[in-house]
């Protein structure tokens, strides 16, 4: 009987095993990808060995490449490697957060898409007076879904858009922002107002933030 039980324990571990890479002390467990190692922690975890999925409830925490995602709840599809987060999503990565209902994440494309309504706030550094300062400025960009190629180089906003950076409060159908080259782009029913409450209308506008220059395409008169 004793020869029995283990027998069927040996082969659990060995379904099991290639789902889990191994429990760590701060976390429910390690999972190894091509992209690296995501760090799971959450107080209820469940695995389907058929399906090969993971569904964590409660504090669930993240940890992937540079960014700490949190949540109340999600689901690793590791056959498909993505995942699923939902109910109050925030994800923060250096001093740059995004806050959501819902994010999906595809970990083999590092591809991120959030919806259901979407707060962001990226920093963009530049250059001080002094020798050797840096000044820091938060972009703050609402919209109904925001997705993410690349992890961070490149984001797309699109429906409801509102962008606030220094003096400019900006308003759109969809904004793209390239933050390799520090070029944000907006489209669709562009509105541009400044503090001043000066403001334009057009149907697109690009703002290079290392160079502090706003174009404006097909700009409508007051």
Known sequence: MKEKVFLIFFIL???IAPAVAGEEENGVLDLNNENGVINIDADDYFISLK???HILTGSVKVLFQDMVI?????EYNEL???ILFEEDVLVVQGE????SPRMWLDVAQEHIIFSDGVEATYYHVEEGEGEGEEETHPINIWADTIEIWNLEE???ARDNVKVVYQEFTLTADEAFM??????????GNVYV???DGSWFKCEKAVYDLEKETLKAYRIESE
């Open 13 to 15: 571990l060995l379904v």
């Open 51 to 53: 399906d090969r999925v």
């Open 70 to 74: 949190t949540s109340e709840k999600a």
């Open 80 to 82: 498909e490697e993505e």
């Open 96 to 99: 740059n957060q995004i806050k």
């Open 154 to 156: 490149e984001l797309q």
């Open 178 to 187: 390239d933050q390799k080259n520090n070029i944000l782009t907006i489209s």
């Open 193 to 195: 107002e400044r503090d």
